[in-house]
């Protein structure tokens, strides 16, 4: 068994996965860029995954991972204006910051201040409906930790929005209906996004090879 065409399978997840990563960001660009983050690392696996199960769970802890883990992000919004990586502006980690979007929704902009972590768990919870087991597969954590994680959170949200925990976990799922439609020609931006990364790769590769032969030339003409 495998997981067929990578093409059928991101046709077929478009919409779940963009619904995910909308939640998770409140942005609809940013949301676009964790999308195709997600997809192109699962695209570099692909021929390891049993089924598509396999596969759509590996894009929900890819998602989860990038809206974690803002290292990636801010290294390279400190390499965006610079010449060496010129025209990476489409290659997902290395865009220039943006304005941190102003939510309109009096829901989003209380889940905008939960700790990424946090913000996740109710995400998966409450707006996708995942199952435990599958939001502690998503997020690394067992299911008990993830369950104590959710309502912590959805305690937070109830405090902001003058709620309980369940009226708040209820407004999480309202908001989650009305996320914006799933954006068109996501492969394409996936295997885009992935040659963009794989020649700005190179470039850095060439260049770091570059300084040290100037290095040693240099140290030989001491």
Known sequence: MSAGSFEEFVAAVSAASFHTAHLLTGDRRAAEDLQQEALIAVHRRWDRFADRTEALAAVRRELVAA????????????????????????????????????????????????????????A??????????????AL?????????LTERALGRLGEVLGVDGVQAAARVRELAARTPADPDGVHTRVLDGERSQQRHRAGLIALAGFL????VLVLLTV
């Not at 025209?87 to 201040?113: H, I, K, N, Y």
């Not at 998966?124 to 597969?137: F, K, S």
């Not at 690394?140 to 104590?148: E, F, K, L, S, T």
């Not at 040290?212 to 290095?215: D, N």
């Open 124 to 137: 998966l919870r409450h707006g996708t409906g995942l199952l435990e087991e599958q939001a502690a597969d």
């Open 212 to 215: 040290v032969l100037v290095a």
């Open 67 to 122: 809206h974690v883990d803002w290292r990636w992000s801010r290294v390279g919004e400190s390499f965006a204006h610079s010449p060496l990586v010129a025209g990476a502006g489409g290659v997902p980690g290395f865009g220039a910051a943006r304005p941190a979007p102003v939510p309109q929704d009096e829901t989003a902009a209380a889940l905008a201040q939960l700790p990424p972590v946090e913000r996740a768990a109710v």
């Open 140 to 148: 690394g954590a067992p299911v008990d930790d993830v369950r104590v």
